[in-house]
Every structure is written in structure tokens, then in C-alpha cells.
């Protein structure tokens, strides 16, 4: 039994690097813009272009992505995925051209969101019962979060030292692609679904896909994830703002961005704990919502004088731990509202289109506000945040009162009874 447990981590492990590893090729120039634009020669207008075709082709994928997991093992899926997502690393890392580049961009979102998003996630339930999914997801979360930050360390060390940042981009993306491979070579050994993967004996139809989309609370799940992937993009426009306004300085800025990034870490285990205590995730989700709704009010209301610089800070620490730690466990209310294992994947492509949406547009919505209106841009972000984190409250309220009129799980009820 305890050899089942051991081999169950190391397959999780492999998920949480390769998912995590993946996703870092794509997005590498957003954590190292200055040395991968010096390393490909490419303008602004075309990095830019990079992450359109990846946002475009994903949010095309994310349902088809669902489909797939639903009617195909999972391992399978999976092995395609991150195997696929390393050898287009490696190409990248190549530094080819632009027009290469953007077909390698375009291969990059097939592999993670057609072949690997969904499939990760519905993998997770795979491992564990469904008292387990907090408990498991707190793990992936703390491995993913520790990896990212020593690899950002060590990215940081490698363009200090190597002679050209060409070098030292190369050797980072080669890395990340290479660990994407190591992760998917820990699940092709260890991977065992603890939960039957129904989806190799009993695929689902697209009549079972159908009923998913008419299932209420899922649409609902999706909404309140809107407003939590939102927020998320909003609480980067607070660092800016406090320096403007409340005197924080570039450090402390850059510091607290590091912090925000970081902060799953300790907010997913004791969002989870609190979630096991409460027996609700969603509930604690909900709570994390209007905790997070007044954190931005306070920008909106708050005076704007220099002593009350440590306050801000305490809001954004605060509303940082709810959002980010609600963003990484958005997915379990899927499973507290019993849907069938073998329509998770269905179920979780749509909540990731409707949550993901935002970056067909947020980013430029902040920034004309921002250079329309100056701080004024600024107070209008962050009551659009809060009016969309109000509703994402409210779709968890509902999506909570819906779960508590299922009554006690069934295994539950046994161990009660």
C-alpha cells in the first residue's frame, strides 16, 4: 500500500513539472522579455504576435481539449503532450526564424492545451478519491511553485554569467524542454490511476459532452474562475500603482511581484485545510472572493497619501493569498458538485475557456485606461475588478447552495451511517 502511495507522488511530480515546464517555452519572454528579444532579434509588435497566435489557437482548443480527455486514456494524452511540447522546445531554443518561430508557437498550444491542459487536471482526480483532490492539488502546487522559482533563479544566474544572453536563453529553454520530457518519462513509469480511467473502457459521446454544457453549475465554476483569472491580472497593476502613489519603491515593487507569483505555495495548503475543516472548497473560495472584492475596494476609497504605504502593501498581500490560492484550486468544485469522473475533462474545457478569457482583451482594456486617464486608469481597474469579483461571489454562492442540497457524499453517508 505504502509503495502505491510513493509511486502515486512521483506520477503527480511528473505532472506538476511537465505541466508546469511546458507552459515556460511559451512564456518564457514574459519572466526574461529583454534577453529573448536581444536573443531572437524580434520587435516588440512580433513578440507580442507570439502570444496572440498561442491565446487565439487556445481558446479555439480548450473545448475540443476537453472532448479528448474524455473519450482517451489519459496517460496518452499526456505522454503526447509533454513529449510534443519538448521537441517544439527544443526547436525554440534553436532561435529560428520569426516565421518558423510562429509555427512553433502555433504547434505549442496543440501540444499544452489541446493534448496536455485538460488531461493534467482530470489526471489529478485520477489519483486520489475525492476527499483527497485538496490534499493532492496542495502537493502539485508546492512542487510546481519550487521548481518555477529555482528555475527563475537559475535563469537569472545564467544571463549574469554566460558571455551573450543568446547562450544563456538557449541553455534555459533547452532546460525547460527537457524537463517537460523528464516529467512525462515519471508519468509513462509511475502513472496508475488510484480512480478507473473510464475513458479507455467507456469513452464519452458527444451526447455526454452536450449534457456537461447544460449543466449549470459548471458554467457557473467557469464564471467565478473569470473573476479569480481577472483579478489575477489585476493585482499586477497594483504594484504601478502604489509606486506612483504611495511611494513604494522599484524593489519593494519587484519584490512583491516575486511574492504574488510565489504565494500558491502557502496559500493552497491553508486554503485547503481551511476547505477540509469547512468540508467545502467552494465555500472557501466564496469567502476568498469577498475578502479579495473589499482588498480592491479599499484602492478605490483609500486615501492616496504616503503614510499609507504598509496598508496598501496589506491589502495586496492579503487579496495576493486569495486570489492566487483560489486560482490553483478553482478546479475542485467539480468534483463537490459530482460530476461523473468521466466527463471531468468536458467539464474542465469549459470552465477554462470562459476563465481564460480575459486574455483576449484585459491587458489592453488596462492599458488604454491606463494611458487615457493616468491614476484615474488605474481606480477604474480596480472597481471593474471588484464589480467581477462580486458576481464570481455570488456564481460561488449559488454553486455552494447547490452543493449542500446534494446532501452528504455518498461515501460519507456510508462511514456516518
Known amino acids: 500500500m505504502k509503495s502505491k502511495s ?39 509588435v512580433q513578440l507580442g504576435m507570439l502570444l496572440t497566435v498561442l491565446g487565439i489557437a487556445g481558446t479555439l482548443l480548450y473545448f475540443p481539449g476537453g472532448w479528448l480527455a474524455d473519450r482517451f486514456s489519459t496517460k496518452t494524452l499526456l505522454l503526447i503532450g509533454y513529449f510534443g511540447s519538448g521537441i517544439l522546445g527544443f526547436g525554440a531554443a534553436m532561435m529560428p526564424s520569426y516565421s518558423i518561430m510562429l509555427m512553433i508557437y502555433g504547434g505549442l ?16 482526480r485520477l489519483l486520489g478519491s475525492d476527499e483527497e483532490q485538496g490534499k493532492l492539488t496542495s502537493v502539485r502546487i508546492i512542487i510546481r511553485n519550487g ?30 524542454s527537457s524537463l517537460t520530457i523528464l516529467g512525462g518519462l515519471l508519468v509513462l513509469f509511475f502513472f496508475n490511476p488510484v480512480v478507473a480511467d473510464t475513458a479507455k473502457e467507456k469513452p464519452a459521446s458527444f451526447q455526454d459532452f452536450k449534457s ?28 504601478p500603482y502604489m509606486v506612483k502613489v504611495y511611494g513604494l519603491s522599484t524593489v519593494q515593487s519587484s519584490t512583491l511581484g516575486v511574492i504574488c507569483k510565489q504565494m500558491p505555495i502557502i496559500a493552497v495548503p491553508a486554503l485547503t485545510y481551511f ?40 491589502f495586496f498581500i492579503i487579496a495576493s493569498f486569495c486570489i492566487m490560492g483560489s486560482w490553483a484550486i478553482q478546479f475542485i468544485p467539480i468534483v463537490e458538485i459530482r460530476l461523473p469522473v468521466a466527463l471531468t475533462g468536458s467539464a474542465i474545457g469549459i470552465v477554462s475557456i470562459i476563465g481564460y478569457l480575459t486574455d483576449t482583451f484585459y491587458f489592453s482594456l488596462c492599458g488604454n485606461w491606463i494611458e487615457n486617464y493616468e491614476l484615474a486608469g488605474y481606480r477604474y481597474i ?15 454562492f449559488i454553486v455552494l447552495q447547490d ?12 462511514a456516518k451511517g
Request: glycine share 6%.
Open 6 to 44: 510513493i509511486t502515486r507522488y512521483i506520477a503527480l511530480t511528473g505532472i506538476a513539472i511537465s505541466t508546469y515546464m511546458m507552459n515556460q517555452v511559451p512564456y518564457a519572454f514574459t519572466s526574461f522579455y529583454v534577453a529573448f528579444k536581444n536573443s531572437t532579434g524580434f520587435s516588440d
Open 212 to 239: 456537461v454544457m447544460k449543466i449549470k453549475d459548471v458554467w457557473l465554476i467557469g464564471l467565478f474562475g473569470f473573476g479569480i483569472y481577472l483579478a489575477s491580472t489585476s493585482l499586477v497593476y497594483i504594484q
Open 109 to 124: 498550444a496543440i501540444t499544452t492545451i489541446l493534448f496536455a491542459w485538460n488531461p493534467a487536471f482530470k489526471a489529478i
Open 403 to 414: 452543493i449542500k442540497k446534494l446532501g452528504p457524499a455518498p461515501d460519507a453517508a456510508e
Open 147 to 176: 521548481v518555477g522559482l529555482a528555475f527563475s533563479t537559475i535563469g537569472i544566474y545564467l544571463f549574469a554569467s554566460m558571455q551573450t544572453e543568446r547562450a544563456g536563453m538557449q541553455i534555459l529553454l533547452i532546460m525547460f
Open 382 to 396: 480596480f472597481m471593474f475588478t471588484v464589480f467581477w469579483l462580486v458576481v464570481s461571489a455570488i456564481a460561488a
Open 275 to 314: 476547505g477540509h475543516k469547512l468540508k467545502s472548497t467552494t465555500k472557501v473560495i466564496y469567502l476568498s472572493l469577498v475578502i479579495a472584492a473589499l482588498c480592491f475596494l479599499a484602492y478605490v476609497i483609500m486615501p492616496t497619501s504616503a503614510a499609507l504605504l504598509y496598508i496598501a502593501i496589506s
